[in-house]
């Protein structure tokens, strides 16, 4: 069974421009997080969604994030425009159930922003 | 979500055992301990979870006091390929909370 995957693995772009991360959970799994690792901090939550809709995205951190989920299956993370401090890796991690524990991660996003 | 308390780093050699203690003095009735293993440029993944005393896979063992306030992540028998960094995490599984990982231990096997 295929994993959850992303995609870029490794994106640079300059101070200004947009990126859009994209995130495709395992096949059947309703729930899809989103998470950041800032250099050398914790990984943070941003938002999850059940199915196509937002459950919980207090974990963003401004207005230039945008995140989607149409139609419940991928999910995309659009950074615009994007700021030095956006620089960091970003996950994305599906469960099968609202409270299923083992949520399975994505290998991660590199965001560089010069 | 309790704050929880890991120590920085750790170096152990192969063969050895390694417990890996995190504390969470503010645990709340229905939180549960879980522990994620991450190795570099991947996602954390899921190790164990438990409630109270002592719980066992087939990778790990978590053992738990009756207080709760911490909880002892033991890696039997490492070899150089479980280096990488280790969370535990505190909170209730049956409420959408955000998962917020501390730093970690880093867990460095030498040959």
């Known amino acids: 069974e295929a994993g959850v995957t992303q995609f870029p693995s490794h994106s640079v772009i300059e101070k200004g421009q947009t990126v859009t991360l994209r995130c495709d959970p395992i096949?059947?799994?309703?729930?899809l997080y989103w998470y950041r690792r800032v250099m050398g901090k914790e990984i943070k939550f941003l938002l999850h969604?059940?199915?196509?809709?937002?459950?919980?995205e207090s974990g963003m951190p401004n207005n230039r994030f945008l995140a989607e989920r149409t139609g419940g299956t991928y999910s995309t993370l659009k950074v615009q425009p994007a700021e030095l401090e956006d620089s960091g890796v970003y996950f994305c991690?599906?469960?099968?159930?609202?409270?299923?524990?083992?949520?399975?991660f994505g290998p991660g996003t590199r965001l560089t922003v010069l | 979500l309790a704050k929880t308390t890991q120590p920085i780093s750790m170096d152990s050699y192969e063969g050895q055992e390694v417990n890996i203690t995190c504390s969470h003095n503010n645990i709340a009735t229905n939180d549960y301990i879980t522990w994620y293993q991450q190795f570099p440029s991947q996602g954390p993944r899921f190790i164990i979870q438990g409630y109270k005393t002592k719980v066992t896979n087939e990778v790990a063992s978590l053992f738990i006091p009756a207080d709760r306030k911490s909880s002892t992540l033991s890696l039997p028998r490492v070899s150089l390929s479980d280096t990488a960094v280790y969370y535990c995490?505190?909170?209730?599984?049956?409420?959408?909370?955000?998962?917020?990982f501390g730093k970690g231990t880093r867990l460095h096997i030498l040959p």
């Open positions: 096949s059947g799994h309703d729930n």
């Open positions: 991690a599906s469960s099968q159930e609202k409270g299923e524990d083992e949520q399975f």
């Open positions: 969604f059940v199915k196509e809709s937002k459950q919980d």
């Open positions: 995490l505190v909170g209730d599984r049956n409420r959408d909370d955000k998962i917020i």
